[in-house]
């Protein structure tokens, strides 16, 4: 039997071992105890819950029903509630803690410091609620890590929330609550640290100085306004925004310098998580600062875009106000041309043959003044004295030259118009040259303006 307990490995062994501790009963326990290796250990704490629970099937073990022996049954089990084997020490407080029906072993043959241990390391912690103040050193040693539930770090972790939980829904008085709780703000876990700040916050006012400033930095969050859509805000509020981003970093340094400082040495952990979340908070303020920033270029670029485009707007008026002008003086000089053209072929051609055509029109016109004085012999010896023809041909020619002088006087009055033109169609050209600067500016920073909106970054 010593060598069956010692050396079960197969599945074929385990079940000798079972018939074996069922025919041995209470000494089949004390052997597996004294030499068992761990799978009959599992077997024998299983065999220990049948013979507590008094639902063993053959008549053999009905002579372990008595409380006598189930009570020196619980003496024999309850060592193992200090092996280092987590797993199977947590069998044992199963078996001992006996949920299954209604805690008949525990409260009856189990110790009341004992009761809670197992109602503890079984995690049950309803139970151990119930058990009242027996349940606090128990529940205080899981949560400092002198018990440890489960050897996994995370479900450890979980069992030290619960177990604070615990300790919070037992303890009332608030002094006690405050002097029992308290001390944990400087735990090693960051889970159980925060969970305790948690259960404190709603009687901060009873802490000390210092648990209130770490309490303060644990529970430190900071309200960005727009975190979330600074790509939604107009240019009032962003600029409202980065007015505070210096107060909000201020306020940071401000919370989490003070927790340090209150830290005790030996809490390297504590000012580690505070030290991170110093610099977490800091670098979401600077990413806030970031986007708004860019938020604020890009209204800066919007706003290049509207003058640009309002620029542009004020040229194309003043093209067309141009086009318009010169429309007119085109009119106007079309006009000029002509009668430029017409009084130079006037002075080349038109003298002369005018000069020819006034005197031979002399004798015309001294018919013309016969029948009018109604005396040609008159006439006719005014005309032979010469006299009448140089005073003809001189009044034609005169007459000649006074138009063309006429009509050089008015050209010479409008041909300004002409320089006047040149200016305008100067003027268009410099238009023209600005507005398509204007346009490559317009289509730069338009081409800009998604790069920017795609540099704003998510800040959690």
């Known amino acids: 039997t010593k060598k069956l307990f010692a050396k079960s490995r197969s599945e074929y062994s385990l079940s000798i071992v079972r018939q074996v501790l069922r025919k041995l009963g209470m000494r089949g326990i004390r052997l597996a105890i004294e030499y068992g290796d761990r799978a009959t250990l599992v077997e024998m704490v299983n065999f220990a819950g049948e013979l507590f629970n008094q639902i063993a099937p053959n008549s053999q073990d009905k002579r372990y029903k008595d409380n006598a022996t189930r009570q020196r049954l619980a003496n024999l089990l309850l060592p ?112 159980v640290r925060l969970e305790v700040a948690n259960l404190l916050q709603p009687i901060q006012s009873h802490l000390d100085l210092a648990s209130t400033q770490i309490l303060t930095a644990l529970l430190f969050t900071i309200n960005l306004p727009y975190n979330s859509n600074v790509n939604s805000l107009d240019k009032s509020t962003v600029e409202s925004c980065l007015r505070n981003v210096e107060n909000h970093k201020q306020n940071i340094r401000d919370v989490f310098e003070k927790a340090t400082s209150v830290c005790a040495n030996n809490s390297i952990s504590t000012r580690n998580f505070l030290s991170k979340q110093k610099e977490f908070l800091l670098n979401r303020v600077s990413i806030y600062s970031s986007n708004l920033n860019i938020m604020l270029k890009k209204f800066t670029t919007e706003f290049d875009i509207q003058k640009i485009c309002e620029k542009i707007d004020r040229n194309h008026s003043l093209k067309t106000k141009y086009s318009k002008q010169l429309k007119n003086l085109d009119d106007k000089c079309s006009g000029i041309r002509i009668s430029m053209d ?19 029109i002399q004798p015309v016109i001294a018919i013309l003044l016969a029948m009018f004085l109604g005396n040609c012999d008159l006439c006719i010896t005014f005309i032979r004295s010469g006299v009448a023809e140089s005073k003809f041909f001189f009044a034609l020619i005169s007459v000649w030259c006074v138009v063309n002088l006429y009509l050089f006087l008015m050209i010479l009055r409008d041909s300004n118009l002409i320089s006047q033109q040149s200016s305008i169609w100067e003027q268009i050209r410099k238009v023209d040259a600005e507005v398509n600067s204007l346009q490559w500016k317009k289509d730069e920073l338009e081409r800009k303006l998604p790069d920017i909106e795609r540099q704003i970054k998510f800040n959690p």
Do not use: M
């Open 80 to 191: 193992f509630l200090n092996i280092t084997d987590l797993d199977l020490r947590n069998k044992f407080a199963e078996k001992l803690n006996d949920k299954r029906n209604q805690y008949d072993v525990s409260n009856r043959f189990i110790d009341p410091n004992n009761r809670a241990k197992v109602a503890v390391i079984d995690t049950d912690w309803n139970r151990a609620i119930s058990l009242g103040d027996l349940a606090i050193p128990i529940l205080r040693q899981s949560v400092g890590g002198t018990l440890r539930i489960e050897q996994a770090e995370n479900l450890n972790a979980s069992c030290q929330i619960a177990a604070l939980k615990s300790i919070d829904k037992i303890l009332t008085d608030v002094s006690r609550k405050v002097s029992t709780l308290s001390p944990y703000l400087q735990h090693d876990n960051d889970e």
């Open 342 to 360: 017409y009084f130079t072929i006037g002075l080349i051609v038109y003298t002369p043959v005018f000069a020819v055509f006034a005197y031979a």
